[in-house]
Structure formats: C-alpha cells, structure tokens
C-alpha cells in the first residue's frame, strides 16, 4: 500500500521513519524548509529502541502529487484547518485518512470535508521532540498507534493492510472495535496530564510528592472521567488503572507537551485538550474547577495581558 505521513515530526516522523526503513511505501508531505532539512541531513531518530537515519521521500504541497491508499495525518491539532487545505490541495483522489490528533473535535471536520466514510478514528502513544536541527528523540519506550472504523464497512482491510506494515515496523500497532473510546480514554489522560503539569508548572512527580497535590491529581482526573461518563464513553477500570499508574507514578518526572510549547511559547493545543473538555462538561452541567483552571491558566499565558514579572520563557 502507498502511505502519505503528513509531517515529519515528532509523531509523523518516528512512526513514518520506522515505517520507511521497515520496506512500505512511505511519503512524507513536508514544509519547504522540512523538505530541505531532511535533504541534506536524512531523518534521525534518537529512541531508546535504537537510534537511525535515513533518506526518505518527502513532498511539497506545490510538487504534483500521486495515488495514496492512507494519509497518517500526524499534526497538531491547531494545525488542522492549513492541514485539510494542503491534503485538498495535494491529493489527486481522495484515500482514507488515519488522524491522530488529540481531542475530538478534528473528526467532524474532517469528515465533512472528506466524507464519513473515508475518516477513520486513532490515537498515538507516545512521547518524542523535535530538536532545533531537526532530529526526532524519543523520550520513553512507549511507541503504539491505535486505529478502527468509526462507521460500519469503512475499509476495514486498508486499515488491516496498515496495521500490519506497523507491526512489521518493530512497534506497536492495534485495530480496535470501540475507537471513540480509545479516544475518550487517552482525552481523559491527556487532559489530566496536561491540565496538572500546565496548572502547577511541573512534573507529575513533583505535583503529587505531598497528599494534597496527590488529591488534587484525582480529583482533576475524575472530572475528566464524568465527562466522558457523561457523553456515554466511560472509561473502563483497566484504562483508568493504567492512566492513574502514569499520573501517580511516585518521584515521576513525567510532563506534558503542553508545558514544555507553554515554557517555550510555541503554540498549544490548549483548546482542543482542555477547552473542548469544560465546553463539553458545560453541556451536562459538570463542574470542572481544575480543569477549567488550566484551561485559563494556558490561555492567560498568551493574554495580551500577560504580566512581564512572569516571563519565565527560555
């Protein structure tokens, strides 16, 4: 099968680089400035798996364009609306689309562009940077990308013939019947990570070294989970297990994406994660204090408001 990995990135470019050394027939759809990075220097990857570098094949949305059978759409999820115009823009037919954006709101929109049955649901495990020369790191051995049909007969044996390629690329890849729960499973995590480190200004670890931050943890994590409960995808006690084992972990210094772009003052994803969630909460009349801290927190940092005693930004 002929896969598009769109971005070269943290996600895009790990997945896609195991994928490419693995044999299958990846493209990556880049910037210019990408397109001409990965030129001279190949795609590096630093992971605890082992580190690799490679030539891969890489387009611009300006370079004519071929028959793909799946677009990996690996961007962030502010990125969405440039993103849906480059594939429109690019792509000659229209293939199934695999995203693994966080949050939710991204499947609507792209089902409206590219239809219902074209879009399926996925999320991505993982934790990875990109550094200023361009070489992806991988932070944590966790490496899995989950996928499945969101609407009955949808492909089912492209997306069977990808997650094969993946697991033929040495990591971790699931079709699973309920993939709007999977989804709500990782939102509900995600949420809590980044709504705790954002709120507090560290570490998971760091947060719950004493039993008041260790409650507070719980309770933001149970807001989460009614909302969720709320929109009928309860989180099931196995996930809700493996959620708690990441956001307790004693002496962890675990931290979201979120806070690391926050500190930096790159963009955030502050609205899809957080935001979209209290919106969501709000509709079932949910109180969600800590979340909706966050929520503020992250949207105050780029207030034209915003304090200069507070410049922390490295």
Request: charged content about 20%; overall charge negative.
């Amino acid at each position: 099968m002929k896969i598009l990995i769109f971005g070269a990135g943290a996600v895009g470019g790990y997945f896609g680089g195991k994928l490419f050394i693995s044999g299958s027939d990846v493209t990556f759809l880049v910037r210019d400035t990408r397109k001409k990075q990965l030129s001279a220097t190949g795609l590096k990857i630093h992971s605890p798996h082992g580190d690799f570098t490679t030539d891969v094949k890489c387009k611009t949305v300006a370079e004519s364009a071929e028959i793909y059978d799946l677009v990996l759409l690996c961007c962030k999820a502010y990125q969405l609306e440039n993103a849906i115009k480059d594939l429109k823009d690019f792509l000659k037919k229209p293939p199934f689309i695999l995203p693994v954006l966080n949050g939710l709101s991204h499947i609507g929109e792209l089902q409206t562009h590219f239809g219902k049955d074209k879009v399926f649901g996925g999320t991505a495990h993982i934790a990875s940077t990109v550094s200023e020369e361009g070489y992806i790191k991988q932070l944590n051995p966790i490496q899995i990308l989950t996928a499945g049909c969101i609407n009955d007969d949808q492909g089912t044996h492209i997306l069977n013939e990808f997650i094969d390629a993946c697991n033929t690329a040495n990591f971790k890849a699931m079709m699973v019947e309920d993939i709007m729960q999977s989804m709500w499973d990782k939102w509900s995590f995600l949420a809590t990570l980044a709504g705790s480190t954002v709120l507090f200004r560290n570490s998971v670890g760091a947060i719950t070294d004493n039993s008041l931050g260790a409650e507070l943890m719980l309770r933001m994590y149970k807001e989460c989970l009614d909302v969720a409960d709320a929109s009928g995808h309860k989180v099931s006690n196995k996930a809700e297990e493996k959620a708690l084992g990441i956001l307790m972990e004693p002496g962890s210094d675990f931290t979201a994406s979120m806070l690391r772009d926050l500190l930096t003052g790159a963009p955030t994803e502050h609205e899809h994660i957080l935001g979209e969630l209290v919106k969501t909460g709000k509709q079932f009349d949910i109180d969600m204090p800590l979340i909706s801290a966050a929520y503020v927190s992250a949207f105050a940092e780029n207030s034209d408001f915003r304090s200069g005693l507070l410049d922390v930004r490295s």
